[in-house]
């Protein structure tokens, strides 16, 4: 069974950090691109960042600099290292890829996170 599970959310302050974390099960990991999207209220879902499986990384503009996408393919897990965290970051985190052998989309039940003080 292909899913994705995650974890880390939390109430964190303003320039505080959190790392998400989000552990695969059921495909072959190593082999597949690996996304982070956000939704927060009342908009839409948008792709945060992007780990291929070769390692390579890109970011939302609105993230840069402040936040980091890493995976451990021996753990079959993608991580969002997120610091200097703005309210604006409030969303509810998903953790995502594409199988293209007949599965198509896969996404996780989301983690969410809040950036209050």
């Known amino acids: 069974q292909v899913q994705l599970v995650e974890s880390g959310g939390g109430l964190v302050q303003p320039g505080g950090s959190l790392r998400l974390s989000c552990t695969a099960s059921g495909f072959t990991f190593s082999r597949y691109t690996m996304n982070w999207y956000r939704q927060a209220p009342g908009k839409e879902r948008e792709l945060v960042a992007k780990i291929t499986a070769g390692g390579s990384t890109n970011y939302a503009d609105s993230v840069k600099g402040r936040f980091t996408v890493s995976r451990d393919n021996a753990k079959k897990m993608v991580y969002l290292q997120m610091n200097s965290l703005k309210s604006e970051d409030t969303a509810v985190y998903f953790c995502?890829?594409?199988?293209?052998?007949?599965?198509?989309?896969?996404w996780g039940q989301g983690t969410q996170v809040t950036v209050s003080s």
């Open positions: 995502n890829t594409y199988i293209s052998t007949g599965v198509g989309p896969v």
